[in-house]
């Protein structure tokens, strides 16, 4: 079944850096766009960017233009968010989706379970 | 940026209830409106997609509808499964965005 699995969330000092990862299984990665989503505690989803899927085009939410870079390893079936310059508002669990395309729409079919950023001193 | 504002921001309803929730756009997107459910410490999961599709797997209690600016889903006889918070997310246009939030709780 289809599997998306984050990791490299974590504790981080303001300023810091972090790059989380998203392992994916059980459909045709390499076909799909993929996307990171974030949710600050008892807070609203907020879509941050995508990758297109060979990862030639990216698309970036101003909030994270910038700081964050997004990038993709088909033949590892991978997705990353390098996050750098991390403030406080950056806490948040933080989602990788697929990114799925049906004619005309797209929508975010497959999620992962999250991954819990903390940005403290 | 495409503005999603939902209404109400809570709702409080009894199994059995029919409950429907609003989303308005900031300016018309067709039809490239999608609903989601989640459930506390979950990830989000699809339920509608085009606005009145309804996702593989998902009961037909739910019916979206709607183009525009103005869409809806309803749920026609509440169940306890249902508890949870609805977000609707367009794709007209880059950012993606989200309406707030819709929590739907046991009155």
């Known amino acids: 079944q289809v599997q998306l699995v984050e990791s490299g969330g974590g504790l981080v000092k303001p300023g810091g850096s972090l790059r989380l990862s998203c392992a994916a299984s059980?459909?045709?990665?390499?076909?799909?766009?993929m996307s990171w989503i974030r949710q600050a505690p008892g807070k609203g989803l907020e879509w941050l960017s995508y990758?297109?899927?060979?990862?030639?085009?990216?698309y970036y939410a101003d909030s994270v233009k910038g700081r964050f870079t997004i990038s993709r390893d088909n033949a590892k079936n991978s997705l990353y968010l390098q996050m750098n310059s991390l403030r406080a508002e950056d806490t948040a669990v933080y989602y990788c989706a697929s990114d799925t395309y049906s004619n005309p729409i797209y929508y975010f079919e497959y999620w992962g379970q999250g991954t819990l950023v903390t940005v403290s001193s | 940026d495409i503005q999603m504002t939902q209404s109400p921001s809570s709702l409080s309803a009894s199994v059995g209830d029919r409950v429907t929730i609003t989303c308005r756009a900031s300016?018309?997107?067709?039809?490239?409106l999608n609903w989601y459910q989640q459930k506390p410490g979950t990830a989000p999961k699809l339920l509608i997609y085009a606005a009145s599709s309804l996702q593989s797997g998902v009961p037909s209690r739910f019916t979206g509808s709607g183009s525009g600016t103005d869409f809806t889903v309803t749920i026609s006889s509440l169940q306890p499964e249902d508890f949870a918070t609805y977000y609707c997310?367009?794709?007209?246009?880059?950012?993606?965005?989200f309406g707030q939030g819709t929590k739907v709780d046991i009155k």
């Open positions: 300016q018309s997107i067709s039809t490239y």
């Open positions: 997310q367009q794709s007209y246009s880059t950012p993606r965005t």
């Open positions: 990758i297109s899927s060979s990862a030639s085009t990216k």
């Open positions: 059980g459909f045709r990665f390499s076909d799909y766009y």
